[in-house]
T-cell receptor, first 114, second 115 residues
Framework: DTEVTQTPKHLVMGMTNKKSLKCEQH?????MYWYKQKAKKPPELMFV???????INESVPSRFSPECPNSSLLNLHLHALQPEDSALYLC?????????????FGPGTRLTVT | AQSVTQLDSQVPVFEEAPVELRCNYS??????LFWYVQYPNQGLQLLLK??????LVKGINGFEAEFNKSQTSFHLRKPSVHISDTAEYFC?????????????FGTGTKLQVIP
């Protein structure tokens, strides 16, 4: 199984809502990532988890809160978002975080903030 | 400064014609270069990678790339494209940052295959 799954596929939320994005992999990977991708732009790294610990936070606003409950799951909690946060949010995983293993990407959650 | 540059934002090509998608990298960075493809409404998928060794790298779906140190390039090629190759292609640099892998993507090239 080389699949990374993400739910939901689409999410529309108001600026006062609280929602969560979920990501799951069963490849035994120990590194997981959140990326944000705006239309016609490359993905931008947000967070890196290694062995369930937050290793890199790319100066992401606190309205985005990541969580790694176990080695297979990665969540992104959203609160008080702005319309400019509308984007495709991609989750990825790799065997390890410290070496140059390929990253496996999920299909993404398309988020619209109204 | 960006470590990989994709000069072509869009490349139209007729079906069964050859294609080259260009990628140049900054010579100051360690050279761990990747090509990813993103089909419409999907995540990214690895096409191929160069870490060391042979400069000609073969990937999935008939794609290959050549690492050229003197020209600081890592261009992606396919001898005959299919409609199904229509997608966004990202050149990427993997580097270590604080002991962890960090990926920096180029701005992407949209390959449009014309029937």
């Amino acid at each position: 199984d080389t699949e990374v799954t993400q739910t939901p596929k689409h999410l529309v939320m108001g600026m006062t809502n609280k929602k969560s994005l979920k990501c799951e992999q069963h490849m035994g990977h120990r590194a997981m990532y959140w990326y944000k991708q705006k239309a016609k732009k490359p993905p931008e790294l947000m967070f890196v988890y290694s062995y369930e610990k937050l290793s890199i936070n790319e100066s992401v606003p606190s309205r985005f809160s990541p969580e790694c409950p176990n080695s297979s799951l990665l969540n992104l909690h959203l609160h008080a978002l702005q319309p400019e946060d509308s984007a495709l949010y991609l989750c990825a995983s790799s065997q390890e975080a410290g070496s140059f293993y390929e990253q496996y990407f999920g299909p993404g959650t398309r988020l619209t903030v109204t | 400064a960006q470590s990989v540059t994709q000069l072509d934002s869009q490349v139209p090509v007729f079906e069964e014609a050859p294609v080259e998608l260009r990628c140049n990298y900054s010579s100051s960075v360690s050279v761990y270069l990747f090509w990813y493809v993103q089909y419409p409404n999907q995540g990214l998928q690895l096409l191929l990678k160069y870490l060391s060794g042979s400069t000609l790298v073969k990937g999935i779906n008939g794609f290959e790339a050549e690492f050229n140190k003197s020209q600081t390039s890592f261009h992606l090629r396919k001898p005959s494209v299919h409609i199904s190759d229509t997608a966004e292609y990202f050149c990427a640099h993997h580097e270590r940052s604080g002991g962890y892998q960090k990926v920096t993507f180029g701005t992407g090239t949209k390959l449009q295959v014309i029937p």
